[in-house]
């Protein structure tokens, strides 16, 4: 048969078009697969049934193409079909390595992306200022069982804190240091031990978080003394529960602070060694020599960070008012925000709007903060000279609702009294103010649930709760922000949803996968028209 019987649909060109449409058919489905199982599997720092189907799809066309173009190769007759085909194969194999050679050079000169979703592997700023102020070289020892999969993002993790930084970073298998087991009492593989000097502490669960605090443990040993009320019936910071408060405690140890129980409604005076004094929320009426002891404390000088609940009278709403900030009686209602575990639309404001000032330092409009039924401040000077600022606020439309439903079973946006417009509300406000002693720092949050356990890890709410501390105490270098879960760029939810992603990634990129095999399969099927 001719070449030109070839071109007019003879046998041979039948067979040979449709080798290159199912060539072309694997090659695309494979690259699509293995691409979206590989950045899958980057962005979430761990495999899942998603990533492995799609590793072993992707391979397997790839696989199959290949295995059909060496056979279309062997059964041409015709050396003018070899030549192209050649090129091809060999432009795939320069392809491949030049791939592997630009890992590798980059891997030599230590150059490195970070392309995982949130930016996984780049250090908070937390991280960064803490490791940078080290007194002495910090040894980061990473134990591990062999075949441990974790262990490959740990690593990453560590050997990302010692650039640039006085640290060290072993990895010892388990196995081969027995000594080292029973001395830090390892419990299982993927855990660190951070050596400070003589000092050290043992990481389990070697997150960004977890290493940030112990590393900060290790070198703020000249603790500051802080009281914390209680017997009022404040939050109990040894609950570990979602209404307990141990993850403050455990956040004000690890930076620099020694937390002290103190039971003011028994109180005379505050402690003189009292750095700052907290008051979460006392939901009791405090006794008259209580409120006294607190008043003559803020008037020499003291620093007081109080959060405080909407209808509750304690008797310290009474003294911040004193001095200049009010808890408004009644709840905040932002439409700007909507329904968030069972409650209805506006009732748990998510803010996003700071006033410049070192509590909100590294807060900006993309970096919100999450108020679960929070109350409303508002400021007057009791003094000319006092210094009072909001620097947290609502969106522009929120209201102050003296008696909500919040069993509302519709479920829909309760509408605002009569007469009252949408305002900025002040969910948060710090002043300076100068009586008898040097000028006290009062930090007020109009919701205490900020600092619980279930809400402290949301989104910024750390940042900003351990921001204030520092402010009030005059450890303005201590404010920064911290390790998140997801990484340095953390996307914006109103509660961790760390399963949502992984469904995401799984079902979710299912229909854009689709969708590009399909405009691919439809480009190949024109351009061989």
């Given at each position: 048969m001719s070449r030109l019987d070839d071109?007019?649909?003879?046998?041979?060109?039948?067979?040979?078009?449709?080798?290159?449409?199912?060539i072309g058919a694997l090659t695309l489905v494979g690259v699509i697969a293995l691409g979206f199982g590989i950045l899958t599997e980057r962005a979430l720092g761990q495999s899942s049934l998603f990533v492995t189907s799609h590793l072993v799809i992707g391979g397997s066309c790839l696989i199959g193409a290949a295995v059909l173009a060496l056979l279309r190769i062997g059964r041409s007759q015709q050396p003018a079909l070899r030549a192209p085909l050649l090129r091809t194969l060999l432009g795939l194999i320069l392809a491949l390595a030049?791939?592997?050679?630009?890992?590798?050079?980059?891997?030599?000169?230590?150059?490195?992306?970070?392309?995982?979703?949130?930016?996984?592997?780049e250090l908070a700023e937390a991280t960064e200022s803490i490791l940078r102020a080290l007194p002495e070289p910090l040894e980061l020892s990473l134990y591990f069982d062999a075949g441990d999969p974790r262990i490959r993002n740990t690593r990453l993790l560590l050997e990302e804190m010692a650039r640039q930084n006085d640290v060290t970073v072993r990895v010892r298998e388990i196995d081969q240091h027995p000594s080292d087991e029973d001395r830090y009492g390892l419990g299982s593989s993927n855990s660190v031990v951070a050596r400070l000097g003589e000092a050290w502490t043992l990481v389990d669960r070697p997150t960004e978080g977890a290493l940030f605090s112990a590393i900060s443990g290790l070198v703020r040993q000249d603790k500051k003394v802080v009281y914390i009320t209680v017997g009022a019936g404040e939050g109990d910071l040894e609950k570990t529960d979602e209404g307990g408060y141990s993850g403050l405690f455990i956040a004000l140890e690890s930076e620099g602070y020694l937390p002290r129980p103190l039971p003011l409604a028994l109180a005379a005076e505050i402690p003189p060694d009292a750095e700052a004094l907290l008051t979460l929320a006392p939901r009791r009426r405090l006794p008259a020599m209580a409120l006294t002891a607190l008043?003559?404390?803020?008037?020499?000088?003291?620093?007081w960070v109080a959060f405080v609940e909407p209808e509750v009278d304690s008797g310290i709403e009474s003294l911040l008012a004193h001095f200049g900030i009010t808890p408004e009686p009644g709840f905040i209602i932002d439409p700007a925000s909507g329904p968030i575990e069972g409650d209805p639309p506006g009732y748990n404001p998510v803010a996003s709007a700071y006033s410049k000032h070192p509590v909100t330092r590294g807060l900006e409009s993309n970096r919100m903060t999450f108020f679960r039924g929070a109350r409303a401040l508002s400021l007057h000077k009791a003094q000319p000279d006092d210094r009072l600022r909001s620097v947290v606020h609502t969106s522009g439309e929120a209201w102050i609702d003296p008696a909500p439903d919040r069993d509302n079973p519709s479920m829909d946006l309760p509408a605002p009294p009569s007469g009252v417009s949408g305002n900025y509300q002040t969910l948060v406000a710090v002043g300076e103010v100068k009586r008898k002693g040097p000028a006290a720092r009062i930090v007020v949050f109009g919701?205490?649930?900020?600092?619980s356990n279930r809400s402290l890890t949301a989104l910024y709410n750390l940042d900003l709760v351990m921001n204030a501390i520092h402010w009030a105490t005059e450890q303005e270098s201590a404010i920064s922000i911290r390790p998140k879960a997801g990484g340095r760029q953390l996307v914006q939810f109103p509660v961790p949803l760390q399963s949502s992603l992984q469904a995401f990634y799984g079902v979710g990129l299912l229909v854009p996968e689709c969708l590009l095999i399909l405009g691919g399969l439809v480009w190949l099927r024109q351009r061989e028209a």
């Amino acid at each position: 048969m001719s070449r030109l019987d070839d071109r007019r649909g003879g046998p041979h060109f039948t067979r040979t078009s449709k080798d290159q449409s199912v060539i072309g058919a694997l090659t695309l489905v494979g690259v699509i697969a293995l691409g979206f199982g590989i950045l899958t599997e980057r962005a979430l720092g761990q495999s899942s049934l998603f990533v492995t189907s799609h590793l072993v799809i992707g391979g397997s066309c790839l696989i199959g193409a290949a295995v059909l173009a060496l056979l279309r190769i062997g059964r041409s007759q015709q050396p003018a079909l070899r030549a192209p085909l050649l090129r091809t194969l060999l432009g795939l194999i320069l392809a491949l390595a030049g791939a592997v050679g630009v890992y590798g050079a980059a891997a030599w000169l230590d150059i490195r992306f970070d392309w995982t979703f949130e930016g996984q592997f780049e250090l908070a700023e937390a991280t960064e200022s803490i490791l940078r102020a080290l007194p002495e070289p910090l040894e980061l020892s990473l134990y591990f069982d062999a075949g441990d999969p974790r262990i490959r993002n740990t690593r990453l993790l560590l050997e990302e804190m010692a650039r640039q930084n006085d640290v060290t970073v072993r990895v010892r298998e388990i196995d081969q240091h027995p000594s080292d087991e029973d001395r830090y009492g390892l419990g299982s593989s993927n855990s660190v031990v951070a050596r400070l000097g003589e000092a050290w502490t043992l990481v389990d669960r070697p997150t960004e978080g977890a290493l940030f605090s112990a590393i900060s443990g290790l070198v703020r040993q000249d603790k500051k003394v802080v009281y914390i009320t209680v017997g009022a019936g404040e939050g109990d910071l040894e609950k570990t529960d979602e209404g307990g408060y141990s993850g403050l405690f455990i956040a004000l140890e690890s930076e620099g602070y020694l937390p002290r129980p103190l039971p003011l409604a028994l109180a005379a005076e505050i402690p003189p060694d009292a750095e700052a004094l907290l008051t979460l929320a006392p939901r009791r009426r405090l006794p008259a020599m209580a409120l006294t002891a607190l008043q003559s404390y803020v008037e020499a000088g003291g620093r007081w960070v109080a959060f405080v609940e909407p209808e509750v009278d304690s008797g310290i709403e009474s003294l911040l008012a004193h001095f200049g900030i009010t808890p408004e009686p009644g709840f905040i209602i932002d439409p700007a925000s909507g329904p968030i575990e069972g409650d209805p639309p506006g009732y748990n404001p998510v803010a996003s709007a700071y006033s410049k000032h070192p509590v909100t330092r590294g807060l900006e409009s993309n970096r919100m903060t999450f108020f679960r039924g929070a109350r409303a401040l508002s400021l007057h000077k009791a003094q000319p000279d006092d210094r009072l600022r909001s620097v947290v606020h609502t969106s522009g439309e929120a209201w102050i609702d003296p008696a909500p439903d919040r069993d509302n079973p519709s479920m829909d946006l309760p509408a605002p009294p009569s007469g009252v417009s949408g305002n900025y509300q002040t969910l948060v406000a710090v002043g300076e103010v100068k009586r008898k002693g040097p000028a006290a720092r009062i930090v007020v949050f109009g919701d205490a649930d900020i600092a619980s356990n279930r809400s402290l890890t949301a989104l910024y709410n750390l940042d900003l709760v351990m921001n204030a501390i520092h402010w009030a105490t005059e450890q303005e270098s201590a404010i920064s922000i911290r390790p998140k879960a997801g990484g340095r760029q953390l996307v914006q939810f109103p509660v961790p949803l760390q399963s949502s992603l992984q469904a995401f990634y799984g079902v979710g990129l299912l229909v854009p996968e689709c969708l590009l095999i399909l405009g691919g399969l439809v480009w190949l099927r024109q351009r061989e028209a």
